[in-house]
């Protein structure tokens, strides 16, 4: 951003400093904001693949139970036994701010909550008992789930922000910062030979009164 | 009753075991690298009738269901009584029973979920209105039905359609066993209620429901009283073994809950109940004049349809043979 | 005529031939009986294997040999009628045809039973239906006790 046009003034140059000064309290502290960014990034990366792992564990789980029960029912009536649920779900979704970044935060409901068993709508006897694990462990992963969906929501925020936070700093530490100080070196070196132009000029001056 | 009028019945009954699938070939299925061995094997016996069916092999549930229903189709042209073939296809018609009733309150279609080899034609009973639609046809269905939608507007809760209907099977069962007059059906129809009381306690002691509740879903007509299973809810395993010693199907049940504690999986415990379903039907092999062996025929029958599906959905997955042998169920040889 | 004479003049003849009706009428419907029982179980076998026609027949045919037992006897029987027979000659005969008569009605009908489950091992197992066959054997040797004892009742005492 260097600008070689520019006015050669004493305003200009003590202008061109106050700007300098701003961006590089600027540079810092978006460095210092990248920075922390990065720490939590990092955190909520390592996060989001403890849960992923978590998680396809109990999927991997939870569907050999349901293989079970799948094989010892006639696919008719294992779907007959869970197509009229009892429970109702909700799902509440807030807003949390981390470093500015504006990331989901959720929180399931369930209505029976203080029945144990309002997750099994079907009655005992044409139905397999695997079945009841298979359905008692996904419900246990719903939480897992949504927390899951949470992370991987913030990594992708977040990842968008450090994104833009980097091309700033990247912007004022070797586009703004140097332009602003090679313009004032311009402005500087033009106000320097001025001033020895002046002089210059007034020793010339004294010498022609003094002959 | 008159045994000798059966004797038709038993002989065709006999040619058509012979075609049921043989414990080798079984063995066979389960060795087999994949789910296109298994149809190979299965080639030349009766379930190759209804390989046009599909046109791949994971369409193989349409081969089981197609086969199911020549069963039934068959058994009843064979068959000089109807109640043999009812008593089998009874937990069919309550299944239609739960999906036609799920249907209607629902307000959705659930035609893929019927089971068609019922006493009853559901997909005409599925177009009168209901209950009064019904009036005349058949009034048996009709005072069941009633009654569950009553039950329903009450509590509004979705799982007392099936544990009312449960109830009602296992009555319905029991009524037809004891007015057949066959000592045979009779205990199999309380060894079944006493395995299913037994597994629901088990069950329900998983899902953390209270005793009441217990109370409401366990069925009448077992070996074992119902109170007997209210007064050990809350007991230990030991102390629960040692009050079923005694009773007919108590050699079953504590087997069975021996193989559920060892691994801690139900489906062992319900693999060890369906054998011993098997071994109450062996006597039929042995009856020549009767109806137990046309009633024995079809449940093994169904009983191979279920190992099929037991090896088809494990080679599905790519179970390993060892573990699909342990599911695969004891078969009526 | 009173009834003493009529007895003593007529009954003869009577019993006796009542002795040989009985010997072929009850044998007869044993085994004919019989013979239904197992022809119902053959004919269901036939609607599947009808190449096992020729086993089925021997066993079928079977429980038939009680009949014809009965028709031997009730023939011997008849050969000793005649109108002057006395009261006691025509019991004799009488008597002499109830074990045929009684054994080979119920000799046969069990003898079809085991025939009939014969019938389902054929359908089952054919290389074993041999077996079954020498046990249905077994039932027509008290059948043919009976007709051995009928037969020589009938010849050893000369009026």
């Known amino acids: 951003m260097v600008k070689r046009n520019v006015h050669a003034t004493r305003m200009e140059l003590s202008r061109l400093k106050k700007r300098l000064e701003i ?3 600027g540079h810092k502290l978006l460095k210092d904001k990248q920075d922390e960014l990065m720490r939590r990034f990092i955190a909520l990366i390592k996060k989001n693949k403890q849960l992923r792992q978590k998680m396809e564990k109990e999927l991997k789980d939870t569907f050999q139970d349901f293989l079970i029960a799948a094989s010892v029912m006639p696919p008719e009536m294992l779907e007959g036994a869970i197509s009229f ?8 979704i807030f807003r949390k701010n981390v470093m500015g970044v504006v990331v989901p935060a959720m929180k399931v409901k369930r209505k029976l909550a203080d029945d144990p068993g309002s997750i099994y709508p079907y009655g005992f006897v044409q139905t397999a008992a695997e079945l009841d694990d298979a359905i008692a462990k996904l419900y246990r992963i719903i939480p897992v789930l949504l927390e899951l969906t949470e992370v991987e929501k913030a990594c992708q925020l977040m990842a ?3 994104e833009k936070t980097r091309r700033r700093v990247n912007a004022l530490e070797y586009r703004t910062i140097p332009g602003l100080e090679e313009t004032i070196k311009i402005i500087r070196m033009k106000l320097d030979e001025n001033e020895r132009g002046t002089i210059t000029r007034l020793i010339k001056v004294k010498d022609i009164i003094n002959k | 009753m008159n045994r000798a009028d059966f004797i038709q019945g038993v002989v065709r009954t006999r040619v058509l075991e012979k075609r049921l699938i043989t414990k080798d070939k079984f063995e066979q299925m ?3 690298p994949d789910i296109k061995d298994v149809f190979k094997i299965l080639s030349g016996t009766e379930y190759q009738n209804h390989y046009g069916k599909i046109s791949s092999f994971e369409e193989y549930e349409k081969v089981l269901s197609a086969e199911l229903k020549r069963v039934y189709t068959r058994m009843r042209e064979i068959s000089p009584e109807d109640y043999i073939i009812a008593l089998a296809a009874l937990k069919y018609d309550f299944h239609n029973l739960k999906v036609l009733l799920k249907e209607k309150i629902m307000d959705t279609d659930f035609s893929r979920l ?15 209105r209901l209950p009064d639609g019904l009036n005349g046809t058949h009034p048996e269905l009709q005072a069941i039905i009633a009654e569950v939608m009553k039950d329903y507007e009450t509590f509004n809760d979705p799982q007392r359609i099936d544990i009312l209907l449960d109830r009602m099977y296992a009555d319905r069962m029991y009524d037809m066993a004891i007015s057949s007059g066959v000592p045979l059906f009779v205990e199999y129809v309380k060894a079944l209620i006493d395995f299913n009381n037994f597994r629901t306690v088990l069950r329900i002691q998983k899902q953390g429901e209270d005793i009441k509740f217990l109370g409401e879903v366990l069925l009448d007509h077992g070996n074992i009283e119902k109170e007997k299973f209210l007064y050990s809810f809350h007991d230990n395993i030991s102390k629960f073994l040692y009050k079923l010693r005694n009773e007919k199907t108590g050699k079953a049940l504590t087997g069975g809950l021996e193989a559920y504690l060892k691994t801690n999986r139900p489906a062992d ?8 379903i098997m071994d109450i039907l062996e006597p039929a092999k042995y009856i020549h004049f009767g109806p137990e062996p046309l009633f024995a025929y079809i449940l093994a029958k169904e009983r191979e349809i279920q190992n099929l599906r037991i090896i088809l959905v494990s080679k599905f997955n790519q179970l390993p043979p060892a573990e699909i042998r342990k599911r695969v169920r004891k078969i009526h040889a | 005529m009173n009834i003493a004479e009529i007895f003593s003049n007529y009954g003869g003849i009577t019993f006796g031939a009542l002795g040989a009706a ?3 009428l009850m044998s007869g419907i044993g085994s004919s009986r019989g013979l239904g029982i197992v022809g119902e179980a053959a004919s269901a076998l036939m609607i599947d294997e009808p190449e096992k026609f020729g086993r089925s027949l021997v066993l079928q045919l079977i429980p038939g040999s009680q009949g014809l037992y009965g028709f031997v006897i009730g023939l011997l029987a008849m050969l000793q009628l005649s109108p002057a027979m006395e009261l006691s000659h025509g019991l004799y005969v009488f008597m002499s045809c109830l074990p045929i008569a009684f054994v080979g009605w119920k000799s046969a009908i069990f003898q079809s039973k085991v025939c009939a489950a014969g019938i389902t091992l054929l359908a089952k197992n054919e290389p074993q239906v041999t077996k079954a ?5 077994m039932v027509e040797t008290y059948a043919l006790l009976a007709f051995v004892i009928s037969l020589i009742l009938l010849n050893t005492v000369q009026f």
């Open chain 1, 160 to 162: 968008d922000e450090i």
């Open chain 2, 30 to 32: 389960i060795n087999a």
């Open chain 1, 85 to 92: 649920p009892k429970e109702k779900m909700s799902l509440e």
């Open chain 3, 22 to 24: 009985l010997a072929v």
């Open chain 2, 269 to 276: 415990l319900e693999k060890k109940l369906d054998d011993f």
């Open chain 1, 23 to 25: 961006a590089e309290r």
């Open chain 2, 114 to 128: 019927f089971i068609p080899v019922g006493v009853y034609d559901f997909e005409q009973i599925k177009k009168q």
């Open chain 3, 133 to 137: 066959i020498i046990f249905a054997v």
